[in-house]
């Protein structure tokens, strides 16, 4: 109770925990060293399960109080019946989720009010290149297109830089190494 | 009745119905042109909630059978509740979702059966960047390892090489450029 009382919160962010933390990894950098991590087993066709439920932080195997799922299916026009949502819809779900997330902490941190938070992603892909019609044209998305509509305190400038430390924005603007290891059962 | 019996289908994938789609797009690449898109709404703190829903490919709007939701949080030890999964984390999802699918449909075009598809996404961050401690941190990934286990009938080479198709994967090896629009309300 007593601790509860002295904690400062801000847009529903432990201002007090966030100091905290920062303050015992400028101790030992070593608690930021973040494993995150998921799953994925194959159903059928175009249909898979996506699972995410332990990770590695603060020097210590961690597990979310529950297990999270997420459906990946294509539309019936791309070969699947929906019954989950496209993986590169997905990306652009885990983009918006980090931004929003990033805004709101980065403004309590700078004691700026968020009262609301809406964002719209749209991404082009040209589908010649997965099916195999133009060797030049990437599989890939080539440009993202990110709508904020922010009721608060901070300046449109200041939101523009906040969203900008997403790590999943910082991410995708940059080239990331993914290494693959292959097994045959 | 009569279609059905003339689709070829390998691995749950109706390869009729692609090879149909293929010569359409070489008649009119527009037709290949898709923009996905998703939507987001700040709840709380680290809580927000993803939407996807409508897209626009084969030269129209198109939406989904049902709208997919999924909610982005963090754990207490970052400052949420786990409410969802983390957007660190839910961008790894989308990686294994759109290399298990890609793998299952290329194997499917050449006529490789598909028994099982596993796979383990890890990836490492370093959250002094986030946290504002390390100027010279990223705050997103660095590497992404991927471990896959397949029962089938392709090669551990043929796998690799088709997995790296996969439209998130080259997504994540290149830079993309995200454009920011800010409107406060």
Same mark, same amino acid.
């Given at each position: 109770? $007593? $601790?509860?009382?002295?904690?400062? #919160?801000? %847009?529903?962010? %432990?201002?007090?925990?966030? &100091?905290?933390t920062?303050?015992n990894v400028?101790?030992d950098p070593q608690l930021a060293a973040f494993k995150a991590r998921a799953?994925? =087993?194959?159903?059928? &066709?175009?249909?898979?399960?996506? $699972?995410i439920?332990d990770y590695y932080l603060a020097k210590e195997e961690q597990k979310h109080?529950?297990?999270?799922?997420?459906? *990946?299916?294509?539309?019936? #026009? /791309? +070969?699947?019946? !929906?019954?989950? *949502?496209?993986?590169?819809? #997905?990306? /652009?779900?885990? +983009?918006?989720?980090c931004?929003?997330t990033? +805004? *709101?902490?980065?403004?309590?941190?700078?004691?700026?009010?968020?009262?609301?938070?809406?964002?719209?992603?749209?991404? !082009? /892909? !040209?589908?010649?290149?997965?099916? &195999?019609?133009?060797?030049?044209?990437?599989?890939?998305?080539?440009?993202?297109?990110?709508?904020?509509?922010?009721? &608060?305190? *901070?300046?449109?400038?200041?939101?523009?830089?906040?969203? =900008?430390?997403?790590p999943v924005?910082d991410t /995708?603007?940059?080239?990331?190494?993914? =290494?693959?290891?292959?097994?045959?059962?």
């Amino acid at each position: 109770m $007593t $601790t509860q009382t002295q904690n400062k #919160i801000v %847009n529903d962010v %432990n201002i007090t925990q966030l &100091g905290e933390t920062i303050h015992n990894v400028r101790q030992d950098p070593q608690l930021a060293a973040f494993k995150a991590r998921a799953k994925n =087993k194959w159903i059928s &066709g175009t249909f898979n399960k996506i $699972t995410i439920d332990d990770y590695y932080l603060a020097k210590e195997e961690q597990k979310h109080k529950q297990s999270f799922q997420i459906n *990946a299916d294509e539309p019936p #026009i /791309l +070969l699947g019946q !929906d019954r989950g *949502a496209n993986p590169v819809e #997905i990306l /652009l779900g885990a +983009l918006s989720g980090c931004m929003t997330t990033t +805004l *709101a902490v980065y403004s309590a941190v700078q004691d700026l009010k968020v009262e609301s938070i809406q964002s719209e992603y749209e991404g !082009d /892909l !040209d589908l010649q290149g997965f099916l &195999g019609i133009r060797e030049d044209v990437n599989t890939g998305y080539n440009e993202i297109r990110v709508k904020f509509k922010v009721k &608060g305190d *901070a300046t449109e400038e200041q939101i523009r830089e906040m969203v =900008k430390k997403s790590p999943v924005y910082d991410t /995708l603007i940059r080239p990331i190494k993914i =290494k693959i290891n292959v097994e045959k059962e």
